[in-house]
């Protein structure tokens, strides 16, 4: 089994999803209790893609996260660090283009797409300003970024309650579905390492994303960041 540590050396966290690829859609929907294909929806509403644009989708693993853009007739990239992932994926889904890269040194042109997105992986990314440097780079003026990430609740008895599932039920229900269950014990203490949403919008910032502003889902559980790059 493997687990990646929170210092997020890429071979440990490539490694890791490797591992838990052929259940991760699975296991997601189990351990988030049904909220994870509500928040896909609003990952989909808030990129907006449109038929021709360009969106390129980060940590896209097996492109569950893809496909209800690739719907709207846009061009995804599905695009992850992981060959493992991306080999369940391509076996699925045969005519996505997928892409392996590392977020932090993306394969790609300046100005290349229409909207970047990346959902529930920025937090596993070793150097997080530099993947908001890259995803503005890569990104056509006037374009989008939308990131979806596990963050801090809001209401204080809550933020008590979802902290202890983390990391006292999480584990264990993870090894009754997953293929690597110690995989989730990082991911949990991942989501409790993380900033909260206002300090990612301020990360965005520094990264020259405009505009920047984040709403709470599932009562601030997870959040949806966007941002702009100036036309």
Sequence with gaps: MTRASLDKQPHEVASMFDDVAERYDLTND???????????????????????????????GTATSS??????GAYVVPCDFSLGMLRVGKQRHSWLPFTAGDATK?????????????????????????????????????????????????????????????????????????SSPDAYVYLAESIRAW???????GRLGKAGWGKVAWRNLTGGVVALHRGFKEA
């Design 195 to 201: 900033p909260d949403q206002r300090a990612l919008a």
């Design 30 to 60: 189990v351990l988030s209790l049904g909220q994870a294909r509500l928040w896909r929806k609003e990952v989909a509403r808030a990129v907006d893609a449109r038929p021709a644009q360009k969106v390129l989708d980060l940590a896209a």
């Design 106 to 178: 993306l394969p790609f042109k300046d100005n290349t797409f229409d909207a970047v997105t990346i959902s529930f992986g920025l937090r596993n990314v070793q150097d997080t300003d530099a993947a908001l440097r890259e995803m503005y780079r890569v990104t056509k003026p006037g374009g989008r970024v939308v990131i979806c990430e596990f963050s801090h609740p809001t209401w204080a008895p809550f933020r008590t309650v979802y902290t202890e599932y983390l990391m006292r039920a999480l584990p264990p229900a993870a090894r009754a579905v997953s």
């Design 67 to 72: 496909l209800p853009f690739a719907r709207t």
